[in-house]
């Protein structure tokens, strides 16, 4: 059995918040990516997240919030340069690491002292947050390293019936996870790339911001986690060996689907080509619905063109490297 999405009606958002307040999971929409809610003060309606998604514990949640003066409730010592960001982006796509209060859990926080914060810009999103009236903690509504949702059929493919409700908000705006930015120190970092763009923080802050990782343990250099990935095995391609490579694999009897924004490729019924946007928002608008509607074709393998190396890719990019744990053919 799977759960059906249901559409954003008043009735819906008033079961959405019974659930919530009774420490359930409500699947809901942000401009991002779906998230999987819980309240954030519910410890125990936060380790279901977890469960659910098949999330280590330490890897920590992000706090949704529906209005900046909930944002004391959560974190401390925030500095100005928060009230920057907060001013000239939220509602919107970017995730704020700050000191967290001392009575926030460490299930929400994998155990860690900081805490990341957000007010999504989404109206359905924004319209549960303001009457829940609280922080609903959500990670994108998937399973632990698959690729994101960006529209409720995929949440419902995801967890089936073990989430209570799936509130449909339609395709998602953006398409691609937030921005995280790390000021809970004088070290200012960007620890996930995404639709706002260093330079716009930069400018904002009148300061330069370094480069982090989300990565909570350390690992070799030049060894990439799986993550935002398909379960058909993926590799970037660079646009020069691109027919050569397809004339290999499909001579070779296998199927294999492909991302492409320029190459004109032959038609064979074991390749299945998906023509991508030239815009960088655009390709990343339609990426992860891309890489599903390709994944569930049994294929032996998805190509992807590989795209510019130019700040305007950054977050597409980041993400393409992660789904294809840095397999790039050459
Ligand atoms: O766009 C989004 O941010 C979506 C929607 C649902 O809001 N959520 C999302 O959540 O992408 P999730 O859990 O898939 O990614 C959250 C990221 C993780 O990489 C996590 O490591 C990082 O945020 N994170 C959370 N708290 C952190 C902290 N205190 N310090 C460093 N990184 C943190
Ligand atoms: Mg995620």
Redesign the pocket.
Known sequence: MTRHPVPFTPQNITEALRILKAGGLVAFP?E????LGADAANPQAVSKIFATKGRPAN????V?IGHVDQLEQWAESIPDNAYQLIDSFWPG?L?I?LKKQPWVSDVV??G?D???I?M?GNPVALDLLTQFNGGIA????NRFNHI?PTLASHVQSEFGDSVEMIIDGGPCQVGL??T?I?VSSNNIKM??P?HIQQQQIEHVLHNTVNQGT?D?TRRAPGMLELHYAPETPAALCPTIILDQYIEQYINAGKKMGVLVRHAQLDSHPNLHSIIMPEDPVKFGHDMYACLRQLDELQLDLILIEQLPDEPKWVAVNDRLLKATAGNICH
């Open positions: 942000t991002t990516v779906y998230g890897h920590p949640l992000i949704h796509p995730a690491i926080t994998g860690q900081t805490i990341a957000r999504p959500a990670p994108s509504a994101s996870e937030s995280i790390d620890l996930r995404g989300t909570s």
